[in-house]
């Protein structure tokens, strides 16, 4: 009869535990059940065998990670293989990957149905209390700073965390569109109360909230205005329409502070319509971040709602072209299936202007080849390390080639030619990329040891003290730099020391001659006597 042990993992370590009377247990589960909530009956079905706890927080976040993903760490490994008996032992566990890994790795047999999850529900409802020394309300803190920490580094490390700014984005794009022609609609209303005819002049929304803030009191509008409206309008004939049909139109007084409401309404649909246009070339600069080739082939927008509607850029690269064809008609294809009618041909893929500009008869194929030309391009996105727009551009040349070849017959070219091309010039990009990176961080060490070397010297220069840099500028003014007889060039406060001390030399010098020609020439005598003397001196000593 094989025993039934059980794996818990806690924000505090390992626990292993060792139901007794496990087919009874098994044969009777209800009573399982009953006795998940009593704890002096639970403890009569498990007993603890084991408990290998966290080093640090740090520890406990790598463990659980590991867990998560399936992974058997050697921490976990080394507490099996101690606690665990080698023969006749089942392991209950929570995560079946994790019971894939440790029969494969431990050669341990691995459950995770049947009574298991019972018996973890036991044990998570009373660990508190079966681990000596462990309290609820060290549990919970363990709990609670481990659920924060996993949390943090999945938020950190997600690895959609870029699509996940183009969902938001095109979901904002759609709701944008949806708010500016619904504003747009209600201050049409509201304006043509006085001025109904500025409606058939200027049927855009934007230009018709710029007319109708610029304009305000139609009675005010003369033709010294005609240049304002040419510069939003690009249409000088609108603008003196608009004029002229200022002057005998038949709407109705407004009074200032309605004119005033609806000048600020209108201000908010113009500030809505700008922020529209900047979101979208956001959008656009994004998705040439994350997914260029897509983007290239099949435009920002659709190649945005195509992630958006699969959820990132990794699951919309798992589909096959079969489902890129027909994403976003789902209603549609069960709708079919049910009546038994004719499928879809296209989802989101329809707002390309490669369906567009095809025939009727063509629609259907156009989009399946169009489909799996996308799936191409989001793999390549997906899984290449350098972003490049190469392989959408080579894409798109075949997409129009086959365009041709339905509507001309022209035959295109093979899909082999055309993708070796693709990544010879992707090649030469890559390469050209990375003597970029090369040179960007040779300057930047560069700039790094160059300041390093800045502060190291003003940092000398700091460390002597005022007395020592006044003896050295008085030394240095003492000092006469004289290399190979060659004075070398001076300020003009030291040339006039210089010429000071030159005059005072020669005075003296002038003045010593005079005396040795009154002495005669006893003193070179004398001299020589002294240096006779003193060599006798040294020769006896």
């Known amino acids: 009869m094989s025993n039934l042990y059980v794996l818990y993992e806690h924000a505090a370590g390992y626990a292993l535990f060792k139901v007794r009377e496990f087919e009874e247990a098994g044969a009777f589960l209800p009573q399982v059940e009953q006795s998940v909530t009593d704890l002096s009956r639970f403890n009569s079905v498990v007993k603890l065998m084991g408990f290998s706890p966290f080093k640090s927080a740090a520890h406990a976040l790598e463990n659980m990670n590991a867990v998560s993903e399936g992974v058997l760490t050697d921490d976990l490994r080394l507490f099996l293989e101690t606690n665990l008996p080698k023969d006749d032992v089942i392991l209950g566990v929570i995560e079946p990957k994790l019971g894939a890994a440790i029969n494969e790795m431990v050669n341990i047999n691995c459950q995770h149905t049947g009574v298991v999850p019972e018996v973890v529900r036991g044990i998570r409802c009373h660990f508190a209390s079966m681990i000596k020394g462990f309290t ?18 999945k938020v ?59 304009i305000g009191d139609r009675k005010q509008l003369t033709a010294e205005k005609i240049p304002e409206l040419e510069e939003f309008l ?25 004119l005033i409401n609806i000048e600020r309404f209108a201000k908010r649909v113009i500030g809505l319509a700008e922020y529209r246009l900047e979101l979208a070339e956001y959008l656009k600069s994004k998705m040439h971040q994350v997914a260029p080739n897509l983007a290239t082939l099949i435009g920002e927008q659709v190649g945005a709602r195509l992630i958006s509607h699969a959820g990132s850029l990794t699951n919309l690269a798992k589909y096959p072209a079969s489902t890129v064809q027909i994403l976003g008609a789902e209603k549609a294809l069960f709708r079919a299936l049910k009546t ?38 989001t793999r390549i996105d997906c899984f290449n390390e350098a972003q490049t727009d190469v392989f959408g551009k080579a894409l798109r040349d075949q997409v129009e080639e086959r365009l041709k070849f339905y509507e001309d017959g022209e035959l295109p070219r093979k899909n082999v030619d055309v993708m070796c091309e693709a990544v010879k010039e992707a090649e030469e990009v890559f390469k050209s990329l990375s003597k970029k990176k090369k040179k960007k961080k040779k300057r930047e060490s560069e700039a790094g040891l160059n300041g390093t070397l800045e502060t190291t010297h003003d940092e000398s220069v700091a460390a002597e003290t005022p007395g020592k840099k006044k003896k050295k500028l008085e030394m240095e003014g003492e000092e006469e730099p004289v290399e190979n007889g060659v004075e070398a060039e001076e300020t003009p406060g030291k040339k006039k020391k210089k010429k000071k001390r030159v005059e005072e030399a020669d005075e003296s010098n002038i003045a010593d001659e005079s005396m040795q020609q009154e002495m005669g020439v006893d003193e070179p005598v004398k001299k020589k006597k002294k240096k006779k003397k003193s060599k006798e001196q040294e020769e006896a000593e």
Not at 136 to 153: E, I, T
């Open 340 to 377: 038994r009618g004719n499928t879809p041909k296209y989802g989101l893929i329809f707002h390309s202007t490669f369906i567009g500009r095809a025939g009727a008869k063509n629609k259907g194929r156009i989009s399946r080849y169009l489909a799996n030309k996308c799936s191409i391009a």
């Open 136 to 153: 609820p309300q060290s549990a919970s803190v363990a709990q609670l700073g481990l659920g924060h920490s996993y949390s943090r580094a």
């Open 234 to 258: 690009m249409d000088s004939s609108r603008a003196v329409a608009i004029v002229d049909a200022a002057k005998m139109s038949m709407g109705m007084d407004i009074s200032p502070i309605d």
């Open 156 to 214: 950190k490390f997600n690895v959609h965390r870029a699509d996940n700014m183009i969902i938001q984005s095109i979901a904002l794009l759609d709701q944008l569109d949806k708010d500016i022609n619904t504003f747009a609609m209600r201050i049409r209303e509201w304006y043509s109360y006085h001025f109904p005819e500025l409606v058939k002049i200027v049927p855009d929304n934007y230009a018709y909230a710029r007319c109708a803030q610029m």
